[in-house]
């Protein structure tokens, strides 16, 4: 009886000194350094110089490897369940996730100054552009890329002039704010095949506008190639079809058929345009390019009236603009430069110093490459 | 002859310093310096008929300046055989450029514009002026070289210029028994807004001495007279730089 008490006896305080070793309920268990302390690693094994041998067993599984039977399952690890032939099951630890390579967010400007590129945004990325310059224009664009293959954005424009006359005095007015809805779609560079250049067909359409009694609309639909000629240089080209209506006395009883730019004919809504990127800096791009914006002139329609009066109401004028792409931060670049608006008149007195400052987003993106 | 022929070659053998000067302008006339990257320069001057000017740049990683301005250089009248009337404007430039020896022996060159967005002074409608100018800067130790071409466009009222080209030119000496000081003189052009009969392009010539007082900040004493001014009409002014570097 007394071997028996001496036996209880040494298996409580036996079982008491193992439970007391153990960890904590809910406490990760750390494993011990080689010398015994808790803060250290596991005690270094010897070393193959061939790397560790991942089909040895009880050793855990690499990243990216399958386990193998027999592995002790560290809890929190997850569990994979094998179908034995017998029938039973057996739960194996499943091979750790490979760690995901840091993602690089390569952005490509949508647009070059005033011209469209063919990139698109990436997908999920978010894109704000704001813009003031010394004509008074403000505009706003904003835009969201869709699975790398399209971008969706909404803005204001303040290319869209008007006259009253066809007066070489008269000075063309900003009419803004313009609001724009855009839809792009094509394929990245290099996509398809090696040398491909960016391709996006895109259209932007605006909301009716109704100033001084007029109601005007814009439609603009644009076919643009890309490429990059060397690490640091790029250039753009492409064309559009124009669209623009001009209806004047808009609140009258019997409001006048609109003036369309499709009615003057083809050839006048048809226009190229082209922009051109060199990056001289890591951090500076210098930009410049060559786009259109219509003007419409409200005198000019009713004073010869009919369809050859119409000629003059809309038309097509040449911006050139050409500036510097300043990246600050990662999120954020500022542009400034010069825009002409009407250069095929070389008319250096409206010329526009315009600084604008560009917010791009990669939040969104990485957050819907994390839910993958 | 000798002796201009041995200036001069004295002049071109000279090496010039390591880094570009940072002044935007000699006094009138634009340079082809641009400010290095991260920096932001500033300019309060006055004339001794009280007439202000502030100029505030910032630079675009060294590639290029984004500069803000109201100044009374343009002159405006609706009677032009009376009083002109300095007119205050405020004005933006874009410059851009490349800096000197970005090719070997190559003077620095900017492209610059400038815009009117605002007047302040009711003297005259609606005054505006726009020039856009190319202008290669040299630095050749003893003396620094401007010279340049400016296109100007300008509108009074109903009146508007065509834009018209005309030339700059800047000097800059910097003796070498003082070498903080610089002796200063330049050729610019500003219209005159005439509201009856149009915008018309006058020269400025100026003269000065520039100090440089502090590592970021120098002083400009100068002296400024205007076509169809006589001597009594010249103005004397004072200007302050000042740069921020990063």
Sequence with gaps: MKHASNAILAAVLGTAAIARAQPAPGDRPKPDGASGDPRGGPAPGPQSPYGPDPGQPGQPAQPGQPAQPGQPIQPGQPVQVVQQPDGSVELTPAPPP?????????????????????????AGVLYSRDRIDTGGGVSSDNRVGLGDVAEFGVSTTDQVRERQTDSTKERAEVLQPYVTASFRLGVDENRLF???????????????????????????????????????????????????????????????????????????????????????????????DLSWAPEFCYGCASAAGGPSGAMGAIRLRPELAWGVRYQVASFMHIESGVRVPDIGNANLLDAQIFGQITFTSFALSDAVETLK | MRAVLTV???????????????????????????????????????DHRGDTAVFAGASLDGLAELEIDED???????????????????????????????????????????????????????????????????????????????????????HRSAAALRPLAGVELHPPMYPRSSLLGDLAWEPELDAVHGPVLRWMLGIGVRYQAFSWGSVELAVRARQGDDLGGATVMARFNAIARR
């Design chain 1, 98 to 122: 490979a760690p995901r390579p840091p993602r690089v967010h390569k952005m490509r400007f949508p647009e070059v100054l005033n011209t469209p590129t063919g990139w698109l945004l990436p």
């Design chain 1, 194 to 288: 090696k040398g491909q250049p960016g391709v996006t067909l895109g259209f932007r359409k605006s909301f009716e506008r109704e100033h001084l009694g007029s109601r005007t609309r814009i439609a603009e639909l644009t076919l643009v190639a890309s490429k990059h000629l060397g690490p640091d240089v790029a250039i753009h080209l492409g064309g559009s079809v124009w669209d623009a209506s001009l209806q004047e006395n808009a609140d009258a009883a019997m409001p006048p058929d609109p003036i369309t730019l499709h009615g003057q004919g083809f050839a006048r809504q048809l226009r190229a345009f082209g922009g051109f990127e060199a990056r001289p800096l890591p951090r500076s791009e210098i930009l410049v």
């Design chain 2, 8 to 46: 001069a070659a004295a002049v071109l053998a000279a090496r010039p310093v390591a880094a570009d000067p940072t002044e935007s302008r000699v006094l009138t006339a634009p340079t082809a310096w641009l400010p290095p990257s991260g920096a932001a320069t500033a300019t309060l001057g006055i």
């Design chain 2, 72 to 158: 009374s250089d343009v002159r405006g009248c609706t009677d032009c055989a009376m009083q002109r009337t300095p007119l205050r404007l405020g004005r933006a430039g874009f410059r851009i450029g490349a800096h000197q020896d970005w090719l070997h022996g190559m003077p620095a060159l900017v492209l610059g514009v400038r815009a009117t967005f605002a007047a302040y002074e009711p003297a005259v409608d609606a005054p505006r002026v726009t020039d856009a100018y190319v202008v290669a800067s040299r630095d050749l130790g003893v003396v620094r070289l401007h010279a340049g071409v400016d296109a100007l466009a300008a509108s009074v009222a109903d």
